[in-house]
């Protein structure tokens, strides 16, 4: 059975930073991807990298936030640099077997989500 487990959540000062690691239990894939929910929002994708590094990102986090992986370690990362009180928001892995895509109930792993706080 895939788990997917996250770590590196907290609390931080605007401008502050924090890194997110997501290890997957078994096996490999081929998009892995942060998602983050707000109260009362719908989930909503921050960055996604396929297996040989192509990135992707939310407009709201250019240029802030970094996705890297290990395929090694089965681990992707999330570097989340001038964090504002908007990034606010449980945050989540999800992982797929195929290309990644900007629409959260196309992955079929996830997992149980990390809390970031600024303020």
């Known amino acids: 059975q895939v788990q997917l487990v996250e770590s590196g959540g907290g609390s931080v000062q605007p401008g502050g930073s924090l890194r997110l690691s997501c290890t997957a239990s078994?096996?490999?894939?081929?998009?892995m991807a942060w998602y983050r929910q707000m109260p009362g929002k719908e989930r909503e994708a921050v960055a996604a990298i396929d297996d040989v590094g192509s990135t992707s990102y939310a407009n709201s986090v250019k240029g802030r936030f970094t996705i890297s992986r290990d395929n090694a370690k089965n681990t992707v990362y999330l570097e989340m640099d001038s964090l504002q009180p908007e990034d606010t928001a449980m945050y989540y892995c999800a992982a797929r077997g195929a290309a990644c895509t900007w629409t959260h109930w196309t992955y079929r792993y996830w997992g149980q989500g990390t809390q970031v706080t600024v303020s």
């Open positions: 078994v096996g490999s894939f081929y998009c």
